[in-house]
């Protein structure tokens, strides 16, 4: 896992560019600590940041490669190629000779033989920018579910692009301007695919490419969820599901370094981690992690969206796997204190105590080992989420986790409060007119549908920012194989009735995994990510808020209603489930730091 960033411009000479090349290249170190690398020409200039994961002494970068006669290609990448050994075999093949065991050089010479086709024969997680000194070409390229991030900046003559929005801010054609809309957008948490939240910066889209040279432009998809009929039966379903995981999962622990697994309890990563054992084997080794709270057992409630703790059931599944297990507590001032440290991390605002705390947990991690596998991004697939099951939630036509902003407006000024509700029903609607249709499909099976398009291309990455930005700025590497390409295409066309066979909620999951995890696992109610609880913690936030507050030079003060704000602090107790006042507190406070911090330009 790595960082990447660069510039190509087809008339400036960038030869000498190395200041600027080397200041984008300096904010990715934390997400590539061991190595660092840049190539410059005249036309394109490459940086790379590099976590070494496979083949350590031979995978540095940027990596070029030719065919005889043709000038060198050279490539920048992050991620992971889990294929890339078959890959190797086809290519030597068809005559290609490596120099290293690396799947950056696979990469690179999947590209010398097939072109900008290379991207479909990819099984991985990956970003990564090529250039093409032959065709004075860049390309880019972005895994199918958007697991690794890659932004980029267009001009009139040229591309600057980066793993982070940092990376590009160092760069001096890049400005932190930000529309009224643009912050709209940003305080509705999901992100829009594309975009940025600063103004021109845009973002490679999941599962696309973008094709650059001195002509133009161009992006399109090589991805895309296909619908069709599903013509297995349950018990097909449920033994090709446990197939498709175990494969995924079995690829997925290809590594030169020490590897283990996040390890809650619940019933996603238990079943990532029990499936890894059994590649691995029940011998004690497989170190497993799990996250919690000081006085979690003192002052935890239970509610819909966390109605038990995990650690139980962490320390169960890690005895019945015999896993080495250790389970993290974090103290309140820690979680208060890194606030700042997520910010910088992700480049904008978002769930500052979930985001603390994955932040802390893998930094932890990391002492131990540099790649974990993560039960992610099985709820979007499987239907885990509470809004799936809810007659009430599906019948609103709405983005299911609107009301995490909407519970934001009541605070916020009114023209921003507006901007916000009109971005949540715009994104929707756009939302809606990118669904895959199954002509004959019935009602149900049709907004079932639409709420997986939601999941997948909405809420998904999300989820999947956060961990990238948390683990990465840890220099850890995080692996999810419910993001295996064939498992998705798989569950997309699934009926409801077999992901959720007799109202079970991931019905088909559990099936799968029967007999491999103890019976109160797999029929454990899902239990989301675990929340500070502790009344110093919300205590702190209302004491920073008034002091925000204070200051007549806040930069809150012209996106907030002052006394709607004031009014909310002044509330005894917090709120339970998914969004709660201490959640509004942090995402506000986040906010006011961002401004400050990157200096954003409303504009």
Same mark, same amino acid.
């Given at each position: 896992?790595?960082?990447?960033?660069?510039?190509?411009?087809?008339?400036?000479?960038?030869?000498?560019?190395?200041?600027?090349?080397?200041?984008?290249?300096?904010?990715?170190?934390?997400?590539?600590?061991?190595?660092?690398?840049?190539?410059?020409?005249?036309?394109?200039?490459?940086?790379?940041? !590099?976590?070494? $994961? $496979?083949? =350590? *002494?031979?995978?540095?970068?940027?990596?070029?490669?030719?065919?005889?006669? *043709?000038?060198?290609?050279?490539?920048? @990448?992050?991620?992971?190629?889990?294929?890339?050994?078959?890959?190797? %075999?086809?290519?030597?093949?068809?005559?290609?000779?490596?120099?290293?065991?690396?799947?950056?050089?696979?990469?690179?010479?999947?590209?010398?033989?097939?072109?900008? *086709?290379?991207?479909?024969?990819?099984?991985?997680?990956?970003?990564?920018?090529?250039? &093409?000194?032959? !065709?004075?070409?860049?390309?880019?390229?972005?895994?199918?579910?958007?697991?690794?991030?890659?932004?980029?900046?267009?001009?009139?003559?040229? =591309?600057? @692009?980066?793993?982070?929005?940092?990376?590009?801010?160092?760069?001096?054609?890049?400005?932190?301007?930000?529309?009224?809309?643009?912050?709209?957008?940003?305080?509705?948490?999901?992100? =829009?695919?594309?975009?940025?939240?600063?103004?021109?910066?845009?973002?490679?889209?999941?599962?696309?490419?973008?094709?650059?040279?001195?002509?133009?432009?161009?992006?399109?998809?090589?991805?895309?969820?296909?619908?069709?009929?599903?013509?297995?039966?349950?018990?097909?379903?449920?033994?090709?599901?446990?197939?498709?995981?175990?494969?995924?999962?079995?690829?997925?622990?290809?590594? &030169? $370094?020490?590897?283990?697994?996040?390890?809650?309890?619940?019933?996603?990563?238990?079943?990532?981690?029990?499936?890894?054992?059994?590649?691995?084997?029940?011998?004690?080794?497989?170190?497993?992690?799990?996250?919690?709270?000081?006085?979690?057992?003192?002052?935890?409630?239970?509610?819909?969206?966390?109605?038990?703790?995990?650690?139980?059931?962490?320390?169960?599944?890690?005895?019945?796997?015999?896993?080495?297990?250790?389970?993290?507590?974090?103290?309140?001032?820690?979680?208060?204190?890194?606030?700042?440290?997520?910010?910088?991390?992700?480049?904008?605002?978002?769930?500052?105590?979930?985001?603390?705390?994955?932040?802390?947990?893998?930094?932890?991690?990391?002492?131990?080992?540099?790649?974990?596998?993560?039960?992610?991004?099985?709820?979007?697939?499987?239907?885990?989420?509470?809004?799936?099951?809810?007659?009430?939630?599906?019948?609103?036509?709405?983005?299911?986790?609107?009301?995490?902003?909407?519970?934001?407006?009541?605070?916020?000024?009114?023209?921003? %409060?507006?901007?916000?509700?009109?971005?949540?029903?715009?994104?929707?609607?756009?939302?809606?007119?990118?669904?895959? !249709?199954?002509?004959?499909?019935?009602?149900?099976?049709?907004?079932?549908?639409?709420?997986?398009?939601?999941?997948?291309?909405?809420?998904?990455?999300?989820?999947?920012?956060?961990?990238?930005?948390?683990?990465?700025?840890?220099?850890?590497?995080?692996?999810?194989?419910?993001?295996?390409? !064939?498992?998705?295409?798989?569950?997309?066309?699934?009926?409801?009735?077999?992901?959720?066979?007799?109202?079970?909620?991931?019905?088909?999951?559990?099936?799968?995994?029967?007999?491999?995890?103890?019976?109160?696992?797999?029929?454990?109610?899902?239990?989301?990510?675990? $929340?500070?609880?502790?009344?110093?913690?919300?205590?702190?936030?209302?004491?920073?808020?008034?002091?925000?507050?204070?200051?007549?030079?806040?930069?809150?003060?012209?996106?907030?209603?002052?006394?709607?704000?004031?009014?909310?602090?002044?509330?005894?107790?917090?709120?339970?489930?998914?969004?709660?006042?201490?959640?509004?507190?942090?995402?506000?406070?986040?906010?006011?730091?961002?401004?400050?911090?990157?200096?954003?330009?409303?504009?």
């Amino acid at each position: 896992m790595c960082g990447i960033a660069g510039w190509v411009d087809w008339e400036r000479d960038l030869g000498n560019e190395h200041r600027v090349l080397d200041a984008m290249t300096g904010t990715l170190v934390p997400r590539g600590p061991d190595d660092g690398g840049t190539w410059l020409s005249r036309q394109a200039a490459l940086g790379h940041r !590099r976590l070494a $994961v $496979v083949d =350590v *002494e031979g995978g540095r970068q940027p990596m070029t490669a030719a065919r005889d006669g *043709e000038a060198p290609c050279v490539v920048t @990448f992050s991620g992971e190629i889990y294929n890339f050994r078959e890959l190797r %075999r086809l290519l030597t093949s068809c005559g290609h000779r490596f120099r290293t065991s690396s799947d950056t050089e696979v990469l690179l010479r999947s590209y010398l033989e097939w072109g900008a *086709e290379c991207v479909t024969r990819l099984d991985g997680m990956f970003a990564f920018a090529l250039w &093409d000194p032959g !065709r004075r070409a860049l390309l880019l390229a972005r895994d199918r579910l958007g697991v690794k991030p890659l932004y980029f900046l267009p001009y009139q003559n040229g =591309v600057v @692009f980066g793993s982070e929005l940092k990376t590009l801010l160092a760069h001096p054609f890049a400005r932190p301007e930000v529309t009224p809309d643009g912050l709209a957008a940003m305080l509705c948490v999901t992100p =829009v695919p594309g975009r940025s939240v600063f103004r021109r910066i845009r973002a490679v889209r999941p599962g696309h490419l973008v094709l650059a040279d001195a002509a133009g432009r161009r992006e399109r998809p090589y991805w895309r969820l296909e619908s069709h009929e599903h013509p297995d039966d349950h018990p097909t379903t449920v033994r090709t599901v446990r197939r498709l995981l175990k494969d995924a999962v079995e690829r997925q622990l290809v590594s &030169d $370094v020490p590897i283990g697994a996040l390890l809650s309890g619940g019933l996603d990563s238990s079943a990532i981690t029990a499936l890894a054992a059994d590649v691995i084997g029940h011998d004690g080794v497989t170190p497993t992690y799990s996250v919690g709270f000081q006085d979690q057992e003192k002052y935890f409630t239970p509610d819909a969206t966390r109605p038990e703790q995990d650690s139980v059931f962490a320390h169960s599944v890690a005895e019945t796997l015999r896993t080495r297990h250790t389970e993290i507590l974090l103290h309140t001032e820690d979680v208060l204190r890194a606030r700042s440290e997520v910010l910088r991390a992700r480049d904008v605002p978002g769930f500052a105590d979930i985001n603390a705390a994955q932040y802390l947990m893998f930094r932890v991690v990391k002492k131990e080992v540099t790649v974990v596998l993560s039960g992610d991004a099985a709820d979007e697939s499987l239907g885990g989420y509470p809004w799936f099951h809810s007659p009430a939630a599906r019948a609103q036509h709405a983005l299911p986790w609107a009301a995490i902003p909407q519970s934001v407006c009541p605070v916020l000024d009114g023209d921003l %409060r507006r901007r916000v509700a009109r971005h949540l029903t715009d994104d929707h609607a756009q939302a809606m007119t990118e669904v895959p !249709r199954l002509p004959g499909e019935d009602p149900l099976g049709t907004r079932i549908r639409e709420l997986f398009h939601l999941n997948l291309t909405r809420w998904l990455p999300l989820m999947l920012d956060f961990t990238d930005r948390t683990s990465m700025r840890a220099g850890l590497e995080v692996r999810v194989p419910f993001c295996d390409h !064939r498992l998705v295409e798989y569950l997309w066309n699934t009926p409801w009735h077999l992901k959720s066979p007799g109202g079970r909620v991931k019905g088909l999951l559990r099936d799968a995994m029967a007999g491999a995890l103890p019976a109160h696992v797999l029929g454990r109610r899902k239990t989301s990510f675990p $929340v500070n609880v502790h009344p110093d913690y919300e205590a702190g936030l209302r004491e920073q808020m008034r002091a925000e507050l204070s200051d007549r030079n806040s930069a809150l003060s012209p996106l907030v209603d002052r006394a709607a704000l004031l009014a909310l602090l002044a509330r005894p107790c917090d709120s339970p489930g998914m969004w709660r006042v201490r959640d509004t507190l942090a995402l506000l406070l986040q906010t006011a730091e961002w401004l400050r911090a990157y200096r954003v330009v409303l504009c």
